[in-house]
């Protein structure tokens, strides 16, 4: 069963921008550590960035940093990627994913969503 909803992908020239949705009915999404994965074509699963619950403390994957910003608002149950600076690498399906614990580099989380596609061309 899918419990986590990601949206917002999409096909995009270099240079330009997206931002990624992650959503889920109840408290799944303002109780818990959210992050965001990705899989690029031939690749394994890398993490991108995550937000603790409280929103307070974020991490990300070193090639991202400063271009990707991890957010939440936790009145909507709704944690947001924005990616700029949008490069050919960055092309994968992207996923969210939260946890109770802070256990960002890990794969094992409680829940997933489905992905959505992000294609950056140049």
């Known amino acids: 069963q899918v419990q986590l909803v990601e949206s917002g992908g999409g096909s995009v020239q270099a240079g330009g921008s997206l931002r990624l949705s992650c959503a889920a009915s109840?408290?799944?999404?303002?109780?818990?550590?959210v992050g965001w994965f990705r899989q690029g074509p031939g690749k394994e699963r890398e993490f991108v960035a995550a937000i603790s619950w409280r929103g307070d403390v974020s991490d990300y994957l070193g090639s991202v940093k400063g271009r990707f910003t991890i957010s939440r608002d936790n009145a909507k149950n709704t944690v947001y990627l924005q990616m700029n600076s949008l490069e050919p690498d960055d092309t994968a399906v992207y996923y969210c994913?939260?946890?109770?614990?802070?256990?960002?580099?890990?794969?094992?989380?409680?829940?997933w969503g489905q992905g959505t596609q992000v294609t950056v061309s140049s």
């Open positions: 109840g408290r799944i999404i303002s109780t818990r550590t």
């Open positions: 994913a939260a946890d109770l614990k802070w256990n960002i580099r890990s794969t094992s989380w409680e829940y």
